[in-house]
């Protein structure tokens, strides 16, 4: 098992454990067990974020690792992908099939990597901020590029995807409203896109907001209040919000993302500092485990967690 020492490390623990402290008193309303299918990433030393792949295919990051973990959400089985260079950290990501591009956000580094889906092979990598300029934290795939959010400034990164998967330059969305508010340890966090309005989680003040994306106007929306809210999934007009009270939180969103009602909160007694998840094989919701409630973390292993949604 390799052991990798990054920059800031107990810091990013320290920023996450914050919020999920604050809200740890937290009660859901109602709540559901599943039935639970543990995937183990293998040799992984930390865990954060997953994309779906093409059936029941995903992938997993190594947050201080960076390396990439692809599993079998039907055999329950996951085997190191992807070899990082030593200096990445692996946070959100998200897959684009059409295209077979895996995007992952780079956390402190600044940075996004793109890899290809087959291969693993790096095809770009992407400095969107400074390096410890906050932190590069989650993607979503949107009609017609990526979306990177950076929890330490309210800003949105903008990858564009062009004909047969050519990428464009990284232009970036300067938000405004109540989402902009930076005066947490951790803001925004978990992102989707919802038609071309992009929707995300801001942890510290625990609401999520959609992003106007040609102003970076945020409006809140209601009913969907969270505590300490981290990755997002969404499907048709249901939103899953994972949160690191050891829940997620399924939502329906009206039509117009003005507002949402709460249809099922999902707990899990193998749920330990859950962080994102996603949607495989449009039935099952595996969850990462990402054991980040001691500093630092000393789990001897980190896994995936499938559960019904």
Same mark, same amino acid.
Request: no cysteine; charged share 15%; hydrophobic share 45%.
């Given at each position: 098992?390799?052991?990798?020492?990054?920059?800031?490390?107990?810091?990013?623990?320290?920023?996450?454990?914050?919020?999920?402290?604050?809200?740890?008193?937290?009660?859901?309303?109602?709540?559901?067990?599943?039935?639970?299918?543990?995937?183990?990433?293998?040799?992984?030393?930390?865990?954060?974020?997953?994309?779906?792949?093409?059936?029941?295919?995903?992938?997993?990051?190594?947050?201080?690792?960076?390396?990439?973990?692809?599993?079998?959400?039907?055999?329950?089985?996951?085997?190191?992908?992807?070899?990082?260079?030593?200096? #990445?950290?692996?946070?959100?990501?998200?897959?684009?099939?059409?295209?077979?591009?895996?995007?992952?956000?780079?956390?402190?580094?600044?940075?996004?990597?793109?890899?290809?889906? #087959?291969?693993?092979?790096?095809?770009?990598?992407?400095?969107?901020?400074?390096?410890?300029?906050?932190?590069?934290?989650?993607?979503?795939?949107?009609?017609?590029?990526?979306?990177?959010?950076?929890?330490?400034?309210?800003?949105?990164?903008?990858?564009?995807?062009?004909?047969?998967?050519?990428?464009?330059?990284?232009?970036?969305?300067?938000?405004?409203?109540?989402?902009?508010?930076?005066?947490?340890?951790?803001?925004?966090?978990?992102?989707?896109?919802?038609?071309?309005?992009?929707?995300?989680?801001?942890?510290?003040?625990?609401?999520?907001?959609?992003?106007?994306?040609?102003?970076?106007?945020?409006?809140?929306?209601?009913?969907?209040?969270?505590?300490?809210?981290?990755?997002?999934?969404?499907?048709?007009?249901?939103?899953?919000?994972?949160?690191?009270?050891?829940?997620?939180?399924?939502?329906?969103?009206?039509?117009?993302?003005?507002?949402?009602?709460?249809?099922?909160?999902?707990?899990?007694?193998?749920?330990?500092?859950?962080?994102?998840?996603?949607?495989?094989?449009?039935?099952?919701?595996?969850?990462?485990?990402?054991?980040?409630?001691?500093?630092?973390?000393?789990?001897?292993?980190?896994?995936?967690?499938?559960?019904?949604?």
């Amino acid at each position: 098992m390799r052991m990798r020492v990054k920059p800031r490390r107990s810091l990013f623990l320290r920023l996450l454990l914050v919020p999920a402290l604050a809200v740890a008193a937290w009660a859901p309303a109602a709540a559901a067990v599943a039935q639970d299918n543990v995937i183990v990433l293998p040799g992984a030393t930390s865990a954060e974020g997953i994309a779906a792949g093409p059936g029941g295919t995903f992938y997993a990051g190594d947050l201080f690792g960076g390396d990439i973990f692809r599993g079998d959400a039907r055999r329950g089985t996951a085997e190191r992908f992807i070899d990082a260079p030593d200096g #990445r950290m692996a946070v959100g990501m998200v897959a684009d099939h059409r295209h077979g591009l895996l995007f992952v956000a780079g956390g402190f580094t600044g940075q996004a990597y793109v890899y290809d889906l #087959r291969s693993g092979v790096e095809v770009a990598t992407y400095q969107l901020a400074a390096p410890d300029a906050g932190l590069i934290n989650d993607a979503a795939l949107g009609r017609d590029g990526v979306w990177f959010t950076n929890s330490g400034r309210a800003e949105l990164y903008f990858v564009p995807i062009g004909h047969k998967g050519r990428l464009g330059p990284a232009r970036t969305l300067t938000v405004t409203g109540p989402a902009a508010d930076t005066s947490g340890e951790v803001n925004l966090n978990g992102i989707q896109v919802a038609g071309r309005t992009p929707i995300v989680a801001h942890t510290g003040l625990g609401r999520l907001y959609t992003v106007d994306p040609a102003t970076g106007a945020s409006t809140p929306i209601a009913g969907v209040d969270v505590p300490s809210p981290d990755g997002l999934v969404l499907s048709g007009d249901r939103l899953w919000v994972v949160n690191s009270t050891s829940q997620v939180s399924r939502f329906r969103l009206s039509h117009d993302l003005s507002g949402g009602v709460l249809e099922k909160t999902i707990t899990s007694p193998l749920f330990d500092f859950p962080t994102t998840a996603a949607l495989i094989d449009r039935h099952r919701l595996a969850v990462v485990n990402g054991h980040l409630g001691t500093i630092p973390p000393t789990s001897p292993t980190y896994e995936v967690i499938v559960v019904e949604p």
